[in-house]
């Protein structure tokens, strides 16, 4: 191949780059090695970690949840076909991955009842930061009111992303588990309100808010009302577009995506008709192809970076496709009834080991407000001295609560996968650790 | 590859041995035909049902009992109800309507379509990665810190960049991380600078990146050479300017051998160079970012470290500084302690968080994989090959198409089909759905937008000379095809695929993005 080129050796193809910018020696890497030989390196480096299983028991949320994914929906994600495709720009030989994810964007509709979505954002924290850009766009202001019963953690990702610009994040403040509006105070008057306000439900704390009294904030500020919402609470729950929402944001990993150490995840975003064109990111369109047979594409594409360059709407180019189409796969699988029958046992588990919990010496509630899956209380012992030996115990035990969202204490979750022994034993494990 | 001593060309090669040749083209599609496969809803049949979940015996309250009665839904959302059988069925149909890198070449330029190897599929899923709980604490998560500290040891060395943070989860979000460090560290000099300087060729990730950042753009002209024009470049810099961001090899698929001097110039203005990793596939163990005078840069794991694309994402986009940018990393990261024990930390003068917890984990994993199996010998020999391919594929193709830059190429050569448009009325995207119709995925049309009616192609590593062969093939057969029938098939095309031309005019006019 050199030779019917011209050229003589492989530096030669090297040659345009100046002598004095090349490495003088190879790179200060180990020399390869086989695969078989990565793969058990790999094992061995990856079996320092405690994954969550029957010898570690888990009852930590905060935005990650140990739920049940059946073999058939990680059998189908897995095919070469979702995995090995890149974005669809050729449609004609893309039907498979847009057809999944117009799917998905429908799920996410209906999830959310509201009429339009993307094919994907990163994770719940991008796809806040994304709506907020989107109502700031929309509104032409530049402030947001964020509750602080958000993950602290998406707060942190939303602050650091807005930094450049001059935005006002504003926090309001929880009171007794629940975000309280009227606390807003004089920070921001109404001379200079928000593009958005954006409310968590269930909240960081698990608590479910009032959705009515938050779009009434909105209404009153003509600021857009953003939810983030928890989709597995969807069996259960009114959707945020029975409240009025403008857009509804959500983390998907509950939808059949791994707890992964943090990702990759799936940020989904749906919003109204008249935000449409103001969305972030892939959007799959129907149509029709030139002999009138039903097709897919992607749409509206002048909204994009390739496109639209620094009039974008977003930067995001890459997006989390296959991770909607898992959830696509996962939420088909469960259907309206296994969504339901999940919703409730997370519901059901959580308000049983709180019951059992509450009633040990010293324990309390750290709020008294409704709550779907996961829930915060004050103990009588430092929260991390009590983790770890619960760890001792075989038990990932919850998330220390250090003031972020205004709490101190525990969050402890419960899945539809946390059996009566597993909440019983952790429950004696919780009583011999406060001793 | 080079080792086989080959001097194939087209010309040499009977088109019936360059057929015979698997691997080449995808020529299964479409598997099953013409007929549509309906949605998932379609499929619905009422109180059908797919799920199965375990016993746990915990008991069922009432959520009227527990939970006000005005949150509660009448009804669960209409999800599709199908039994086990009948979703396996239509999620397989579906992958029939696909085209995928296992199936065959797919040589998008700047997207480094490279063959993503099996094995990491394994460690992808070993039960010790994917089941570890994000907020677990340190003492249960050593191996992931364990396994991210190499990874970012690893890409230091490829790079020359001294630390690296991995939580961006593409490259996209990788630059504005990059951007909030340049504005970060303009601020601890004690000033605000309002612009980026981004070359005519760049992708549109970066001007798009920079407004999201806060800044605003301004456009440095491209020379005839398909380089970065210094006289624009001078004419460009003055003490508003934060940073440039370039990418080299360009979007042309071309080395910019004034990078020292275009970095030297940037840094004498008091501004910082960026580098945009996305062609970094061409240069591995050859030079590095930091030797060109950068001192920023992202990466993509998928386009250099074969992570799979998985229809659009995820990918990972992990930022690298030079000495003393460190302070301004998002936090936190991994440090190996004396003890030999990880723990996280926070930089000094931390942007903060860019990601909810550690970046796309699993796609760092695999992207370790990779490195760990190439090995510097084999990172080099990558870039080599990839560089080789392109120059081939590039030297051959010239013959019949138009280069518009250049006789030689990095990583990706670029045509321009413009003739076709004078002459026929064919454009660039007509070629690529020619190109459908004999089993290729096409390659990136109508970018670099310098180029008119362009085509970009990469050929990737790991494709072998007879798919190579049997690309080149098939755009001399296009050629030919239209110096004698004009436009007529390139506006018919593509008919062997499982729909034909896509109406993407309709469905922006009237926008169905759910179904009802």
Known sequence: ?????????????????????????????????????????????????????????????GGSYDHYIPPVVTALASRSEYTTSYTPYQAEVAQGVLQALFEYQTMVSRLSGLPVSNASLYDGASAVYEAVNMAMAYTGRQGVWISRGLNPRWWQVIETQLTGRDVTITGIPLRGGMTCWEDSGESSSSDDPPAAIVVAYPNYLGVIEDLDAAGDVAGALGALLIVAFNPVAMGLLRTPGSYGADMAVAE????????????????????????????????????????????????????????????????????????????????????????????????????????????????????????????????????????????????L?????????????????VTERRTIQEIEAYTAAFEKAMR | MASRGTTATVQDSPDDEIHAVAGGRASGIPLVGKGEEPLIFALSVKGRKGFQLPDTGVPDL???????????????????????????????????????????????????????????????????????????????????????????????????????????????????????????????????RAVILIPESAHGT?????????????????????????????????????????????????????????????????????????????????????????????????????????????????????????????????????????????????????????????????????????GADGLLKVSQVAVLNANWLMNVLSGAFEVPYGDKCMHECVLSLSEYKRKYGVRASDIAKMLLDKGFHPPTISFPLVVDEAMMIEPTETESLQTLQAFVSAMLDIAREIDIDGSVPAKAAPVNTPVGRVDETRAARRPVVTST
């Open chain 2, 206 to 374: 970066n001007p798009a990146s920079a407004k999201m950042a806060g800044f605003t753009t301004r456009v440095i002209a491209t020379n005839a050479d398909g380089c970065v024009d210094l006289a624009s470049l001078q004419e460009s810099l003055s003490d508003e300017v934060a940073a440039i961001m370039l990418t080299n090899p360009n979007t042309i698929g071309i080395f910019e051998q004034d990078v020292e001097r275009i970095c030297s110039l940037v840094h004498d203005a008091g501004a910082v160079a960026y580098y945009d990793g996305a062609n970094l596939n061409a240069i591995m163990g050859v030079t590095t970012p930091a030797r060109m005078g950068f001192d920023i840069v992202h990466l993509n794991t998928h386009k250099t470290f074969g992570t799979p694309h998985g229809g659009g994402g995820p990918g990972a986009g992990p930022v690298g500084v030079r000495s003393g940018l460190e302070q301004f990393l998002p936090g936190p990261r991994p440090v190996l302690d004396p003890s030999g024990r990880y723990r996280w930390d926070i930089p000094e003068h931390s942007i903060g968080r860019v990601h909810a917890s550690h970046g796309n984990a699993i796609v760092l994993a695999r992207a370790l994989a990779y490195i760990l199996s190439n």
């Open chain 1, 252 to 395: 998907g990993q509950s939808l059949g995506i791994p707890l992964s150490f943090g990702g990759p995840y799936l940020g989904m975003l749906a919003c109204r008709d008249y935000l449409l064109r103001l969305l972030p990111g892939r959007i799959v369109g129907a149509t029709t192809d030139n002999d009138s047979r039903r097709a897919y594409t992607t749409t509206l594409r002048t909204r994009e970076q390739d496109i639209r360059r620094e009039r974008a709407t977003s930067n995001i180019c890459t997006n989390q496709a296959l991770m909607a189409i898992t959830a696509a796969i996962h939420l088909s699988w469960l259907g309206p009834a296994g969504l339901e029958v999940v919703a409730s046992r997370c519901l059901s588990g959580a308000h049983y080991l709180h019951d059992l919990l509450c009633a040990l010496d010293g324990v309390q509630p750290l709020y008294e407000a409704p709550f779907f899956n996961e829930f915060a209380l004050r103990v009588p012992v430092e929260p991390g001295a009590l983790l770890e030996r619960l760890a001792d115990e075989g038990f």
């Open chain 1, 397 to 413: 035990g919850g998330i220390e609560l250090e003031g972020e969202s205004g709490a101190t204490g525990l969050l402890v979750a």
């Open chain 1, 1 to 61: 191949m050199l030779s019917a080129i011209g050229l003589r050796s492989l530096d030669d193809l090297f040659s345009d780059i100046p002598p004095a910018m090349k490495t003088v020696a190879s790179m200060d890497l180990p020399p390869g090695i086989s695969d078989p030989d990565v793969i058990s390196r790999m094992r061995k480096t990856a079996s320092a970690n405690r994954p969550c299983g029957d010898d570690f028991v888990c009852f930590s949320g």
């Open chain 2, 62 to 192: 009432p959520a009227e009992s527990l939970l006000p009665a005005s949150c509660i839904t009448e009804q669960p959302p209409a999800l599709p109800e199908v039994s086990e059988r009948d979703l396996v069925g239509h999620y397989t149909r579906l992958t029939h309507r696909q085209y995928s890198l296992d199936l065959g070449f797919y040589p998008l330029g700047s997207c480094t379509m490279k063959y993503n190897p099996k094995a990491f599929d394994e460690v992808a899923s070993l039960a010790t990665l994917v089941g570890v709980h994000p907020m677990a604490p340190p003492h249960a998560t050593q191996g992931w810190m364990e396994l991210l500290w190499d990874l970012e040891q690893a890409l230091c060395r490829i790079t020359g960049m001294s630390a690296f943070t991995l939580q961006p989860p593409a490259g996209a979000a990788g630059e504005l991380t990059g951007l909030l460090m340049v504005d970060a560290y303009h601020r601890a000099c004690g000033r605000r």
